[in-house]
């Protein structure tokens, strides 16, 4: 196939976050992640914790300058609110954690690279979950914006571009519904009320900046990332096509609809409201959702849903949850990234872009992750130490192919960032499954780049790939 250009100043770059690239140095609070390695070291795999990671904290300078060797020409992570906060209450900052960011930043315009920073990465500080319940609890929301404030305060004259949360449905499956995230709670009804208070949350932080900027005459953008993962009917049958679109409106509406046009989808209110599981919300809360939309959109995308209507009775032993309504549908011959067990559909980006092209008003977005999670990489290694990863590469050309393809038929697309720059720490799965552009060898944090980190730097300064058949 033919060269495939892609449109002027897009973005090549890359994704992390501060819980899982930094490593706890210094670092004065604790983050759910961090307490849980501390009271259980065996659900991490191989009992590898937080504590390091990929050593951000110290080598950021030098990580950074290979980020800029690779021709990464932007890069997302996140503040962590642990090291940012001493008192959250209060919203007191500690200095190291002001200092560390205010130098990281000032290392990323060193280097020219355009820099995203993303508020909340599933950090929720310990201390809030125990006391109020984490999302549960609308004093948590207010004290989210009294950081996010003091972020714009500290950091607002460089970062250009705010995120608000990171796949902020994630926590509401993992923290309430399918315990994958602690406190591994099953609860439908609080699961939802989470999803309400974490919207608000984004809207809240989004009202916020719009006063900072007002206020400073700053010319910023904010934004959200959520991972959309569109749901595709087992068939063309009724039930199936009505199970799918409830997934839908649960999984990716859910934060879309807000995010975008300032309100839930019906679909998804209706349902709660029948069931008695609708979240509490006031007026006033839900009109500053509807006036405080984003000015753009970072889109996950790893994953579709293979959904079908229930063919079981859902058991309602741990009270209600939405799975109510849907099944999972495991199809068959579906390709699979063996590793991470998820399947590999790159056409649903092509979908996705649409989504956002019909639905959405066209508004602005980005692909903020993408990415394939191996085992094992160092079987891949040549004679020189570099690990041959050209399944990555094929799979991220494959993905590039449906983007062009949408982007040639108008969506509004500006870029291309990766799951990760560096391989860094995967929450329970720690360091099992590698997605970076350059490895790290972990007892000795050498930081090597991969086949795939010469690949993109070609890619980055031609501004092409070479375009998939497909
Ligand atoms: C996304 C998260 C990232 C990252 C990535 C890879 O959902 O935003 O934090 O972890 O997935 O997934 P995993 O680490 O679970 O393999």
Redesign the pocket.
Known sequence: MAKLKFPENFWWGSAT?GP?SEGRFKKKNRNIFDYWYDIDKKVFFNEVGPDVASNFYNSFKEDIALYKKIGLNSLRTSIQWTRLIKDFETGEVDEDGVRFYNEVIDEFIRQGITLVINLY??DMPIELQEKYGGWESKHVVELFVKYAKKAFELFGDRVKYWMTF??PI?PVEAQYMYKFHYPLIVDGKKAMQVLYNTALASAKAIEAYGEYKKRTGNNGEIGIIL?LTPSYPRSENEEDIKAAEISDAVFNNSFLDPAIKGEFPRLLTDILEKDGVLWESTQEELDTIKKNTVDYLGV?Y?QPRRIKARETEFDMSSGWLPDKYFENYDMPGKRMNIY?GWEIYPKAIYDIAKNIQENYGNIKWFIS?N?M?VEGEERFKNAEGVIEDDYRIEFYREHLTHLHKAIAEGANCFGYHT??PIDCW??T?SYK?R?GYISVDLPTQIKTVKKSGHWIKEVSESNEIEGWDM
């Open positions: 976050s899982q990465h599933f990171n796949e994630v991972n996950n790893y991470r992750e990415g999670g799951w990760t995967s929450w799965n499954n997605y």
